[in-house]
């Protein structure tokens, strides 16, 4: 029963640097063992592996909710901008202006996103 207790732990750290692939990232997709997995996934992953990774993952993970929120209230407020424009009242031009801002941040922090999946990957990589 010890011999085969002792097997099963060697098999078992043997197993896993031997399966031990690389993650890739194509723009904000990220491939690990042959699927595409989530930014949430990708950290979970990290997370025993790699802290820099895990950091980054994270922290894409965490602006890209936050890009939910701003496309939302940004369409709301262009939406409402509209209507108070229809209606003839002149703030709503400042609606729109707010609405349209929140739409160019959400943009801009794609890049920012991508770039942190980016070096989550290569800090993944490198751990291994």
């Known amino acids: ?12 750290a043997f197993t896993s640097y031997t399966y031990s692939q690389e993650m890739t990232s194509i723009g904000d997709k990220i491939q690990y063992n042959s699927m595409s997995i989530s930014v949430g996934d990708a950290a979970d992953i990290a997370m025993t592996k790699s802290s820099g990774a895990y950091m980054h993952f994270k922290k894409a993970k965490r602006m890209t909710g936050w890009n ?19 209606y003839g009242y002149p703030i709503g031009a400042l609606d729109m202006a707010i609405g349209g801002g929140l739409l160019g941040m959400v943009i801009s922090r794609q890049k920012k996103i991508k770039n942190h999946i980016t070096m989550g990957v290569k800090e993944f990589n490198k751990s291994l």
Request: hydrophobic fraction near 55%; charged fraction near 5%.
């Open 68 to 86: 939910y929120v701003w496309a939302a209230v940004g369409g709301y407020e262009i939406g409402g901008g509209a209507v108070n424009l229809a």
């Open 1 to 12: 029963m010890k011999h085969l207790f002792y097997i099963l732990i060697l098999t078992t």
